[in-house]
C-alpha cells in the first residue's frame, strides 16, 4: 500500500524550504558581521568551502537512513524526520514503539509512530525559544568574570565528546568481535571493521597533521578532516568484504 | 573607549537579532512539524491509536530529557546561531558539531570570540544547507531503485561515527590533552562496565555522560591551577616583602 501523499510532500518541501530559509539568513547575517569586523575574505571562504565538503560524506548514511525507513513509513515521512531534528538510531526506536517494524504496516500505525516520534523532540527547539536567551546571557556574563573557567568548562565539553564517544566504540568493538550483528532493521558495526575504520582515520589524520606542519602543505589544511572521513570510509567499505 | 564600547554595543546588538530571528524560526519549524503526523492523518484518512501513544509516554519523556541535556551542554559548543539551526535541523553530534569545530580549527579562531561565534554559525548553516539538499536529491533514487541501493550501502553506514571521530579525536586531543585523558580514562571503565553488565547505554547517553564526567574533572583541573597560582603568587609577595625589609635595613 502506498503511504506517500502529495500533502505530506508538499509540507515536506515546504519544511525543506524554511530549513534553507533560516540557514541562509544566519549565513548573510553572519557574512555581514564578518566583514563589519574586518575578518579576511580567505577566512572566510575557507570555512565556507571546508564546511561545505566536509558535510558530503556524512549526509550519504541519512539517506540511507531514509532508505531504511520507507519500508515501513513509505518515502515522504523519513525524508522529513531526518531532514529536521531526528537521526535514524532514534527515529527508528521512536517508531517502533507501536511496533511497526514487526506487523504489516497501516495508515493508522503509521500515523500513531509519527506523532511519537515528534512529540518526543520538541524539548531542544521549545527550550531555544523559551530560555535559550537566558543561558546564552548567562554564559556571556561567565565570559566576563572568569573567562578561563568558561574556557576550560567548552574545552571540558569538547573533550567530553571524544572521551563519551570513543570509550562507547573502542569497548563496544571489542565486545562485538567479528560479528555483524543486526537487528533485522539497520547493520549494526562489526568489531573489527569499527576498530580498523577508527585507527585507519587516526592515522590519515595524523599524516595530514605531519604534512601541513612539516612539509608545508598549507591548502592540505582545509580538507584535512574530510580527506579522513573519505578515506576511512572507503577502507571500511572495502573491510565489509573481508570480515 | 568610545570605539570600545561601539563595538561592544554592535555586538550585543548583532547577538540579539540572532535571538530574535532564531525564535522566529523555531517557532514556525516546530509547527510546520507538529502538523505531519495531522497532514498525513487527513491524507490517510485515519487517527493515530490514542493508548499507544499514552503507552509510550515514558519513552518520550526519555527523550524529553536527553533533549533537555543536549541543549544545555551544546549550548557553549554551537553558539548562538549554531544553536538554533542545529536543533532545527539535527544530527548535531555526527555533522553539524565536528563540522564547527573542523571550520573552528581551519580558520584558528580564538575560543568564545565573536569571530568564532561567526565561523561557526557559518559552518553549520552551509552544513545545514549541504545535507538538506543533498537529503532531497537523495529521494530520485531511493524511488527509483528502492531498497535494493540501500542494500548496497547500508553496510557502510554504521562506521561513519569511527570515520568522523578518528580524525577529529586526534585534534581535539591535540589541543585539550589535560581535560581529555581523565574523562576518557573513566569513560572507559564505565563503558566496559555497562558492556561487562550487558547493558550498552547507547552512543548519545555515552557521549552525554562523558560531557557530565569531563565538566566535573575540568572544573577540578581549573581549581587546582587556581590554587597553585595563588601559592605561587603568595610566595612571590612574601619574597618581594622580604626583599623591602632587607633593603630598608
Known amino acids: 500500500m502506498n503511504f506517500d501523499y502529495i500533502g505530506v510532500y508538499i509540507l515536506g518541501a515546504v519544511i525543506v524550504v524554511t530549513i534553507i530559509a533560516m540557514a541562509s539568513f544566519y549565513l548573510v547575517k553572519a557574512l555581514k558581521r564578518a566583514k563589519e569586523i574586518g575578518m579576511s575574505s580567505t577566512t572566510i571562504k575557507n570555512a565556507i568551502k571546508s564546511s561545505a565538503v566536509f558535510s558530503i560524506v556524512p549526509s550519504i548514511p541519512i539517506v540511507i537512513g531514509v532508505g531504511i525507513m520507507m519500508s515501513y513509513l513509505g518515502l515522504a515521512i523519513p525524508w522529513i524526520r531526518l531532514t529536521v531534528i531526528g537521526a535514524l538510531q532514534y527515529e527508528i526506536l521512536a517508531m517502533d514503539q507501536v511496533e511497526i517494524t514487526k506487523v504489516v504496516p497501516t495508515a493508522q500505525l503509521i500515523a500513531t509512530a509519527t506523532v511519537i516520534m515528534t512529540f518526543s523532540i520538541l524539548a531542544g527547539p521549545i527550550f531555544n525559544i523559551v530560555a535559550f536567551k537566558k543561558l546564552q546571557h548567562k554564559l556571556v556574563d561567565l565570559e566576563k568574570n572568569n573567562k ?13 565528546i571524544v572521551a563519551g564517544l570513543a570509550s562507547h566504540i573502542i569497548i563496544g568493538a571489542f565486545f562485538t568481535g567479528n560479528t555483524t550483528p543486526s537487528d533485522g532493521i539497520t547493520v ?51 573491510l565489509t568484504f573481508v570480515f | 573607549m568610545k570605539k570600545q564600547t561601539n563595538t561592544n554595543e554592535l555586538q550585543s546588538s548583532f547577538i540579539e537579532s540572532f535571538h530574535r530571528s532564531g525564535r522566529i524560526f523555531t517557532l514556525i519549524a516546530l509547527i510546520l512539524i507538529c502538523l505531519v503526523p495531522v497532514v498525513f492523518s487527513l491524507s490517510a484518512k485515519t487517527t493515530p491509536i490514542w493508548s499507544s501513544i ?63 561565534e561567526i565561523i561557526t ?105 587556581t590554587k597553585k597560582e595563588k601559592i605561587a603568587k603568595k610566595q612571590n609577595d612574601d619574597l618581594c616583602d622580604d626583599d623591602d625589609e632587607f633593603e630598608d635595613e
Request: with cysteine; glycine share 8%; aromatic share 8%.
Open chain 1, 148 to 160: 578561563r573557567l568558561l574556557d576550560t568548562i567548552t574545552g571540558a565539553l569538547l573533550g567530553g
Open chain 1, 188 to 238: 549494526t558495526a562489526n568489531g573489527y571493521i569499527t576498530l580498523i575504520t577508527l585507527a585507519i582515520s587516526m592515522v590519515t589524520m595524523a599524516v595530514c597533521g605531519i604534512l601541513i606542519q612539516k612539509l608545508k602543505w598549507r591548502k592540505l589544511e582545509n580538507y584535512a578532516l574530510p580527506l579522513t572521513i573519505l578515506v576511512a570510509m572507503a577502507s571500511a567499505y572495502g
Open chain 2, 54 to 116: 499514552v503507552a509510550a509516554i515514558p519513552f518520550m519523556l526519555s527523550y524529553v530529557l536527553i533533549g533537555l541535556v543536549e541543549v544545555f551542554s551544546y549550548a557553549p559548543l554551537l553558539g548562538v546561531g549554531g544553536q538554533y539551526i542545529a536543533f532545527i535541523t539535527g544530527n548535531i553530534s555526527n555533522l553539524k558539531l565536528p563540522c564547527a569545530i573542523n571550520a573552528q580549527t581551519i580558520t584558528k579562531t580564538v575560543r568564545n570570540k565573536e569571530e568564532q
Open chain 2, 121 to 225: 554559525t557559518i559552518a553549520i548553516a552551509v552544513s545545514s544547507i549541504v545535507t538538506t539538499i543533498i537529503i532531497a536529491l537523495g529521494l530520485i533514487p531511493l524511488a527509483i531503485f528502492g531498497s535494493d541501493i540501500v542494500k548496497v550501502l547500508a553496510p557502510v553506514s554504521p562506521y561513519v561515527i569511527p570515520a568522523i571521530f578518528g580524525g577529529l579525536g586526534i585534534v581535539l586531543i591535540s589541543r585539550y590533552f589535560k581535560l581529555t585523558m581523565v574523562p576518557f580514562a573513566i569513560m572507559l571503565i564505565v563503558a566496559l562496565a555497562t558492556f561487562l553488565l550487558k547493558m550498552d547505554l547507547g552512543q548519545s547517553v555515552m557521549l552525554t555522560v562523558g560531557m557530565a564526567v569531563s565538566i566535573i574533572s575540568g572544573i577540578v583541573i581549573y581549581k587546582k591551577g
